[in-house]
């Protein structure tokens, strides 16, 4: 049998009376592994799985048994990540709901999670909804992927919930209405609980997903809140320290399971076992990093809203941020990304993204060190200039991802940089 088809192993496994912390460092650990003395969870770094007998390897293909027979439809060690991802998404959803499954399938990057769960959800003839600020390879599956197989895109400021009911009464075969919270790069927020409610209202049959990768399961937990499918790039907080590719989907829906299984199957966007192996250690400090990144973030966010060279700074920890108490509402924390507007548009902002030394000038976030990057000429360049203009991505926007290191060390670095501008 599949291994990433076992719920009834992650069950056993979720630490459903511990704390976060609790539940990081040790649900899952064993899950689909033998019985050895190792005190860390074992990389089965093979591709292929014996049979003990020709009728054991009968029985594992006919789904007559449990075990492994081939690493791209399941690995001990891949098994391991998706029970500690289950547990951390899922834990109040499933003490509130006991009945129900909650299950991860993990993947070998965060647009292999996207894009296998909504070819897994939606239909030629469908309607997809989606969040009108997305990350810019998110918006270009469903321009040039979807759209030609004849499903319908609709971008939608999901945080105006009347623009959203009348997207919903409006197109036929709505499936799925799909956003992130907060946005990438100008962190807007989307009340997840207020849109469930909406969606089920007017069409119960809708699959409400959230990209969670911003917030993380300790900031934020959208099945809680009503959403049915949460997705993460694992690359980002979750695996925190810049060294792996990943994405993971952690849903409720078990019809939804069984067709996002086969996607990932058929495929073939499958994690390594050394991948699944480095984001599952990641994990494990997820709660003592993000304390840190929210807490430096916060910081810089003041400092940069205060600096003369500054126009805006878009953050949801700040209170002028116009969302700040949804976001304090739905989040035990506000994350570590923020952006800010340079006055003089791109040549100061190239002229501070060159100048600065402690912050890397890379894209990707959530690293342990501190990132800096350009939006609208790097993550989001492939959409087009005026639609990044229309929705606030200017050529003068940075966007930062908070690192661990000295708050005071990153503040003189930006202080410098500044300057320089």
Not at 6 to 30: I, Q, S, V
Not at 149 to 161: A, H, M, Q
Not at 214 to 221: I, K, N, Y
Not at 230 to 259: F, N, P, Q
Request: charged content about 20%; aromatic content about 8%; proline content about 5%.
């Amino acid at each position: 049998m599949e291994a990433s088809n076992r719920p009834e192993d992650l069950k056993k496994h979720f630490y459903l009376d511990c704390g976060f912390a609790t539940r990081a460092l040790h649900a899952g650990e064993h899950v689909g592994q033998p019985h050895f003395t190792n005190h860390t969870n074992a990389i089965f770094q093979t591709s292929t799985f014996t049979f003990e007998t020709a009728k054991d390897g009968a029985d594992l293909f006919a789904a007559r048994k449990e075990g492994f027979v081939y690493t791209r439809m399941g690995n001990p060690t891949v098994l391991v990540l998706e029970a500690k991802l289950a547990a951390l998404e899922g834990c109040a959803y499933k003490l509130a709901h006991p009945e129900k499954t909650v299950s991860c399938i993990a993947f070998s990057s965060g647009m292999a999670a996207i894009s296998s769960t909504m070819m897994a959800i939606l239909r030629p003839g469908d309607t997809l909804i989606a969040g009108e600020v997305l990350y810019g390879a998110t918006e270009d599956f469903f321009r040039t992927v979807l759209q030609p197989l004849g499903i319908r895109w609709v971008p939608v400021e999901t945080s105006n919930l009347e623009l959203l009911e009348a997207a919903l009464r409006q197109h036929d075969r709505v499936r799925a209405v799909y956003f992130e919270t907060p946005t990438n790069p100008l962190m807007g927020i989307t009340d997840i609980q207020a849109l469930s409610t909406l969606v089920r209202s007017i069409r119960p049959d809708c699959h409400i997903v959230v990209d969670n990768t911003f917030a993380t399961p300790f900031l934020q937990r959208p099945l809680e809140l009503g959403a049915d499918v949460v997705l993460h790039s694992t690359t980002k907080y979750i695996g925190g320290h810049g060294t792996v590719i990943g994405g993971a989907v952690i849903m409720v829906d078990e019809e939804v399971r069984t067709h996002l299984y086969h996607m990932m199957k058929d495929f073939g966007g499958c994690p390594s076992p050394f991948d699944a192996w480095l984001v599952n250690a990641g994990l494990k400090t997820l709660p003592l990093r993000m304390r840190e990144h929210c807490a430096n973030a916060q910081r810089i966010a003041e400092f940069l809203e205060q600096h003369p060279k500054v126009d805006r700074v878009f953050y949801p920890g700040l209170p002028s941020f116009p969302q700040h108490d949804m976001a304090k509402k739905q989040m035990s924390g506000f994350g570590g990304i923020l952006s800010f507007e340079i006055k003089g548009g791109y040549a100061a902002a190239e002229k501070v993204m060159n100048s600065v030394r402690l912050f890397t000038l890379a894209v990707s976030l959530g690293c342990v060190d501190s990132l800096i990057q350009h939006p609208a000429s790097m993550t989001h360049a492939m959409i087009p200039r005026g639609e990044r203009e229309r929705i606030g991505i200017s050529e003068g926007l940075v966007r930062l991802s908070v690192g661990a290191e000295d708050v005071n060390d990153l503040l003189g670095d930006l202080e410098s940089a500044l300057g320089n501008a």
